[in-house]
């Protein structure tokens, strides 16, 4: 069989994490004894090589410019690439109008000459062979190896943790979400123990282990998944070099399906933190009831991603992040609440505005958690002073200048602020409606004047926020 040389790219987009598909594409030519070579962005040295195989993956749609800029880049080159991901998978025919490529749709289940007998001679992998037969490179564990000696962003959490997961898809069909398209079939249990040992003897133990499940609790087999966590040494309590260990299912837990039963039984995995998803007030109810059964059952850190500008308003998420910093108060819990932006599928930017929302107050948000670091604050003073005291002062901070909101301190003891609630306090309705629709395009786009001397007053405010900050 002849080896092949393979270039694996990613393009430079910032990541928390590794780009998983392209790691078990190393796997498979690896076991086939083959040369591969990974490279964040473009690099004209590896492009004009003589590659028999090159592999690019993509992620976030909003990431468009600089995927497909990349994938322009390496189809000068003497082969052209195969394109996969995320991106690919869910704007396939734009992707290919832009770049004269046909990508990969959905997980890469590709079985390489030679892949399957190469697994059957391993140790480890041997045990797995049925599923490679049936999944190709998709069943495959990922590959450490390929960002040796390569600066990465996500260099502590391949030091210190495995990446897999225990099952793929979704049986819901979401609106907001990409995973019913990407991944249509639900796959109730994926193997742990054979992938693990595989990697812990190539490449070290791991003290952590972060899971990728879209939904595993959709999956009859939950108790079995809990019980292999356990079995391979992450049970409550347990500790790597001293440090205590941590099972991350890092895409959340479906709280419409959380049971008392399923949080007692990962309460005997060392599971940190607990991860919940409030993407709608609607669910307030059952999102306060799971918190509780979660505290109840011995969970005091808890994640939880609170979506928006989907089909919320601002009020909408202002309650939402109430409730968490409200049950921590009484409770003495943790409970994190990242505010998360909704940005649709098929978006090719990050500047999606729902109906709900204006950029202005979009933009207020993210100036609010540039200062807490993306994380609503979780005791209940420290949120009420960066969110407001009760929902009207928040709606007034998300529509301020920028400037004010992000060095509010000094614009308080300025007496800026006071002066403009002062102004935007004497506007009538009318007025109020007219200057706030004035300002709603966000920073560097709010007219100098309106119909009368009270918003003409208002409007001075946002002259000079884009200043000295």
């Given at each position: ?156 959490l391949l030091r210190n943790s495995y990446l897999l997961r225990t099952t793929r898809g979704c049986m819901r069909d979401c609106a907001f979400c990409g ?180 950029r202005r107050q979009i933009r207020g948000v993210q100036c609010i958690l540039n200062a807490t670091h993306g994380i609503a604050p979780t005791k209940l ?89």
């Open positions: 069989m002849k080896t092949e040389k393979v270039l694996l790219v990613e393009p430079a987009y910032p990541n928390k994490f590794p780009p998983l598909g392209l790691m078990k594409i190393a796997t498979a030519h690896r076991l086939r004894g083959d040369e591969v070579t990974f490279c964040r962005g473009n690099n004209a040295t590896l492009r004009d090589k003589n590659w028999d195989r090159i592999y690019i993956t993509t992620l976030f749609t909003f990431h468009w410019n600089l995927a497909i800029g990349t994938i322009n880049y390496y189809s000068k080159g003497k082969i052209k690439p195969l394109v996969g991901g995320v991106l690919a998978s869910l704007l396939p025919e734009d992707l290919a109008s832009e770049t004269s490529i046909i990508p990969h749709v959905g997980p890469y289940t590709e079985k390489l000459p030679g892949l399957v007998e190469k697994v059957g001679l391993n140790n480890e992998l041997s045990k797995i062979k049925d599923i490679v037969v049936d999944r190709g490179i998709d069943a495959l564990p990922p590959d450490y190896e390929m960002f040796h000696s390569i600066s990465v962003p996500y260099d502590t995973v019913k398209r990407m991944e249509p079939t639900y796959e109730e249990r994926l193997p742990l123990a054979p992938l693990i040992s595989y990697m812990t003897k190539k490449w070290g133990d791991r003290r952590n282990l972060i899971l990728l499940d879209d939904n595993v609790l959709f999956s009859k087999k939950f108790d079995s998944i809990v019980d292999e966590l356990y079995d391979l040494g992450f049970k409550a309590g347990s500790k790597h070099n001293g440090h205590r260990r941590c099972v991350d299912f890092n895409q959340g837990l479906d709280i419409r399906l959380l049971t008392k039963r399923h949080l007692k039984k990962l309460s005997t995995i060392e599971l940190r933190p607990l991860r919940l998803a409030f993407d709608s007030y609607s669910l307030h109810e059952t999102y306060t009831k799971k918190i509780m059964l979660a505290i109840d059952c011995g969970f005091k850190e808890i994640s939880s991603y609170v979506l928006y500008n989907y089909n919320d308003t601002p009020s909408d998420l202002y309650n939402r992040l109430l409730i968490g910093c409200q049950i921590n108060e009484r409770y003495k819990s943790r409970i994190y609440s990242f505010p998360m932006k909704y940005i649709p599928c098929s978006s090719k930017d990050r500047h999606y505005i729902s109906a709900y929302w204006t003073d420290f949120f009420k002073r960066a969110f407001g005291d009760n929902e009207d002062r928040f709606l007034r901070i998300i529509q301020m200048p920028e400037n004010y909101i992000i060095k509010r301190s000094e614009y308080l003891s300025s007496g800026q602020i006071g002066v403009w609630n002062k102004d935007y306090d004497s506007l009538s309705t009318s007025e109020r409606s007219e200057a706030l629709h004035l300002i709603s395009g966000g920073k560097n786009r709010a007219p100098k004047s309106g119909t009368t001397k009270k918003i003409n007053a208002f409007l001075c405010h946002y002259v000079d926020e884009y200043h000295n900050y």
